[in-house]
């Protein structure tokens, strides 16, 4: 039986002066890895921001752990805010703070407990996602892509989310960063009882990583169905999208 987090109901979009989204409608179910794909332009991380109250949707309903996250209160946003976690394209680490004072932020913020607890639970959290205890006390600069938005996942993990957003987790990385990424997403959904949505373009990662992918086009959900099914959908924009040379090989190969 599903179990629906999150809940998106007519979600329009209106930005730069024309419709980003007219009828958005899509259900992500607990324990899940779903993807977010489309064209340039289709507004994969508009529907992110939406989710997580970065920005005021149009039009339609969002309910997020059965909250409506545009008619809760502020205290009720608060205590939302504290069940996800969201890493952000390029990481988006404070580069005046070292490692560790990135992922202890929001325990400063959103907890009461002692600098000594919150640094405990951070370098937990920077040993989970693979960094080196090291790297806790270096700056994101002097860390390399991979490691970046490892720590950048630490962070968005430290207050113990039911729900991690990634948006672009492996843009910009080596092969080999990537695929480590994409097993560090796995791992992390199956030990911990994530529910995670991601943005991405890269197809190792849509492949491998994801349960299902729902695909955005003329301004809505087009299709959620595993890539297997997404492939051979007959809408003549989802064909195009994986009509390419590097699309078409991981279709022959899958």
């Known amino acids: 039986m599903n179990?629906?987090?999150?809940?998106?109901?007519?979600?329009?979009?209106?930005?730069?002066?024309?419709?980003?989204?007219?009828?958005?409608n899509?259900?992500?179910?607990?324990?899940?890895?779903?993807?977010?794909?489309?064209?340039?332009?289709s507004g994969k991380?508009?529907?992110?921001?939406?989710?997580?109250?970065?920005?005021?949707?149009?039009?339609g309903d969002i309910k997020v752990l059965d909250?409506?996250?545009?008619?809760?209160?502020l205290t009720e946003a608060k205590l939302l805010r504290q069940r996800w976690g969201m890493m952000f394209q390029r990481s988006a680490l404070f580069s005046s703070l070292s490692i560790l004072e990135n992922v202890m932020f929001p325990l400063n913020e959103f907890t009461n407990l002692s600098d000594q607890m919150q640094r405990e639970v951070a370098l937990l959290k920077i040993a989970l996602v693979g960094l080196p205890i090291d790297a806790a006390y270096k700056s994101p600069a002097e860390l390399s892509g991979g490691m970046q938005k490892r720590a950048a996942c630490a962070r968005a993990l430290a207050l113990?989310?039911?729900?991690?957003?990634?948006?672009?987790?492996?843009?910009?990385?080596?092969?080999?960063?990537?695929?480590?990424l994409d097993n560090l997403i796995i791992k992390l959904r199956d030990n911990l009882n994530l529910t995670i949505t991601l943005v991405t373009h890269d197809l190792d990662t849509l492949w491998t990583v994801t349960d299902r992918v729902a695909f955005l086009g003329e301004g809505k959900v087009l299709a959620?169905?595993?890539?297997?099914?997404?492939?051979?959908?007959?809408?003549?924009?989802?064909?195009?999208?994986f009509s390419?040379?590097?699309?078409?090989?991981?279709?022959?190969?899958?």
């Open 3 to 24: 179990n629906p987090v999150v809940d998106i109901k007519g979600l329009k979009n209106y930005l730069g002066g024309h419709w980003v989204h007219e009828d958005v």
């Open 224 to 241: 959620c169905e595993p890539m297997g099914q997404l492939v051979q959908n007959s809408n003549p924009i989802i064909q195009k999208y």
């Open 26 to 41: 899509l259900t992500i179910n607990r324990g899940e890895i779903i993807a977010i794909v489309g064209g340039s332009g």
């Open 160 to 180: 113990d989310p039911e729900l991690l957003f990634l948006d672009e987790p492996t843009a910009g990385l080596d092969p080999q960063s990537a695929e480590a």
């Open 67 to 73: 909250v409506d996250v545009q008619r809760c209160s």
């Open 45 to 59: 991380t508009t529907i992110l921001r939406s989710i997580i109250m970065l920005q005021k949707p149009t039009a």
């Open 244 to 254: 390419g040379t590097r699309g078409q090989r991981f279709i022959k190969q899958a």
